[in-house]
């Protein structure tokens, strides 16, 4: 069974820092791993898809890796802002039934001004 | 830019009434999803539709129906609302399941059953 986890559950940083958001699978027969940003009160928007067959992808201040054989995922935020508070959510989908996507619990990020 | 659009945005329902959640598309998407999230339980799966004409059960498809009207719609309905399904509920769509591509969300439906 694919089980999706989140290392830090919620993480509080000075604007200007870099960090990174931790995301682990259990069952790496995956299509590929998508990380989400939510707003409180909020619907999910994408961030970055990464494929099984590539090892990252960026977008501005953004960067998502991926090691599929040791079932990790990171996500790299540069010069944090105080509005990429949200909180951040990795899913995967998995190759033995493509039609369901497995969500982790979420990193609450805090960006403080 | 619509994207995903889901209809109501905030619902209060009494134990025992029905309702249905409208979700709409304009992607082109053949894939379609209900999912729920709750506090400490994270996004679950209700149901999916695969493409038009198919539905199939996710993780918690109990108390819930589907219909897959169209290819751009994918409604869920609650026959007999209950206290455990307040929720807030998100309809997804995805250009085909058995490619690589990722998910596009709507922006919720938050419902509270009294």
């Known amino acids: 069974k694919q089980e999706v986890t989140q290392i830090p559950a919620a993480l509080s940083v000075p604007e200007g820092e870099n960090l990174v958001l931790n995301c682990s699978f259990t069952?790496?027969?995956?299509?590929?791993l998508q990380w989400f940003r939510q707003d409180p009160g909020k619907g999910l928007t994408s961030l970055l898809l990464i494929q099984s067959s590539q090892r990252e992808q960026t977008s501005g201040r953004l960067n998502a890796s991926l090691d599929k054989s040791s079932g990790r995922s990171t996500l790299y935020i540069a010069a944090s802002q105080p509005g990429d508070s949200a909180t951040y959510l990795c899913a995967v989908r998995r190759l033995t039934s493509y039609d369901k996507v497995i969500f982790g619990p979420g990193t609450s990020l805090s960006v403080i001004p | 830019n619509a994207g995903v659009t889901q209809t109501p945005k905030f619902q209060v329902l009494k134990t025992g009434q029905s309702m249905t959640l409208q979700c709409a598309q304009d992607m082109n998407h053949n894939s379609m999803y209900w999912y729920r999230q709750d506090p400490g339980m994270g996004l679950r799966l209700i149901y999916y539709?695969?493409?038009?004409?198919?539905?199939d059960k996710g993780e918690v498809p109990n108390g819930y129906n589907v219909s897959r009207l169209n290819k751009r719609e994918f409604s869920l309905r609650l026959e007999s609302a209950a206290p455990s399904q307040t929720s807030v509920y998100f309809c997804?769509?995805?250009?085909?399941?058995?490619?690589?591509?990722?998910?596009?969300f709507g922006s919720g439906t938050r419902l509270t059953v009294v």
């Open positions: 069952d790496s027969a995956i299509y590929n």
């Open positions: 539709s695969a493409s038009e004409g198919t539905t």
């Open positions: 997804a769509s995805s250009e085909a399941a058995e490619y690589n591509y990722g998910y596009t």
